[in-house]
């Protein structure tokens, strides 16, 4: 799949912009704070219908303006075109179109034109919360299987309805029974789903980190659930009493997490800014390879300032790594350094493009 054109509207500090993208590279360099991670995001905006950071989305739209539009027009790997609008206009939400046609859902959306980014806040998946590690496996798994989002949004609506029970006091097990019912159904299914994906990804994760850092050093990620040693149910009933005094829900799979390791040590605690930043970009590549293979169409690749604190090797094979062959398809890459992306274009023979941003501005210049 690749984006062949974008139409930008009062995206963040972006007036307006009309841009025509090649197939192979597309590199935008430019100083910070000028737009080059905006454009990145008004990608992801529009692939994904969210934001790529956590910002709200009202904070998306341009400083003095009410409303926002990111379109754009996709050639699938199949063949044929296809067109995607996303807005935004206060005071009356979000707005989503494919080729015109409004989505009855916003989750039908998700996967249909996967997107893969790598951005300077991905230490957070190693140094930062559990949070940000189970958001990651949500939104990939969910690219790749709609009944997993489902499954997720009924797990966190019964979380919702037993902590407001659990806070009012309710004493009722009946009342209580009804509602972890319909929690653990969907807690086994997506346990399920985090298992076998952190299963299939792994192998593939620890070969990319293994070309990326060389062979003198071994990456590895496990999964960890209470899941893996009682059913929902089961904890559920076990807890009930000390949730009650907690006035919330102490287990299930909204503390899940996954364990981050470097030859058998914790990554978290031992690991360098570039161990860190390697460890991250192996895993978004394996996640790439993942999303291709279960959706049968190639992610839009993003890489957002990905050579800071990185030696000149490593940033060597992670770009021998996604510019050789054809396997990662288009890829966007933004920088501050001329001479980054001169390097990257010149080892190119295929399809290219380098645009400079200026306050929201872009403009081609020579490679």
Known sequence: MTLDTIDIVNFKNIASASLSFSPGVNCLLGNNGMGKSNLLEAIHFMSMARAMSSLPESALIRHGEDMLL????????????EEVSCGIVKGKGKSLKRNGKEYGRI????????????????????????????????????????????????????????????????????????????????????????????????????ECYRNLAGEAESASMRYKSVLQDATLQEILD???????????????????DIETG????????????????????????????????????????????????????????????????????????????????????SAINGDKLLLEVTDGTFSPISA
């Open 70 to 81: 990111v379109k754009g027009r996709y050639t699938m790997d199949a063949g044929g075109a």
């Open 107 to 206: 989750s039908e959306h998700i996967g249909s034109f996967p997107i893969v980014t790598v951005t300077p806040q991905d230490w957070s998946l190693v140094g930062g919360a559990a949070e940000e590690r189970r958001k990651l496996m949500d939104i990939v798994i969910s690219q790749a299987d709609a009944t997993y989002l489902s499954n997720l949004i009924k797990y966190t609506r019964s979380l919702e309805s037993r902590n407001r029970m659990l806070r009012a006091g309710v004493r009722d097990s009946l009342l209580f029974e009804s509602v972890e019912a319909s929690m653990s159904e969907a807690a086994a299914a997506v346990f399920e789903a985090r298992k076998e994906w952190t299963k299939e990804i792994a192998p593939a994760f620890r």
């Open 238 to 256: 076990s807890r009930r009493a000390k949730d009650t005094v907690l006035g919330y829900t102490s287990q299930g799979i909204h503390r899940d």
């Open 262 to 345: 470097l030859d058998g040590y914790s990554m978290r605690r031992l690991g360098s800014q570039g161990q860190i930043k390697t460890f991250t970009i192996a895993l978004r590549l394996a996640i790439f390879s993942y999303l291709k293979k279960h959706r049968g169409i190639t992610p839009l690749l993003l890489l957002d300032d990905i050579f800071d604190k990185l030696d000149a090797d490593r940033v060597a094979r992670i770009m021998q790594t996604v510019t050789s062959g054809d396997s990662f398809g288009q890829i966007f890459i933004t920088d501050t350094n001329r001479k980054h992306l001169d390097d990257i274009l």
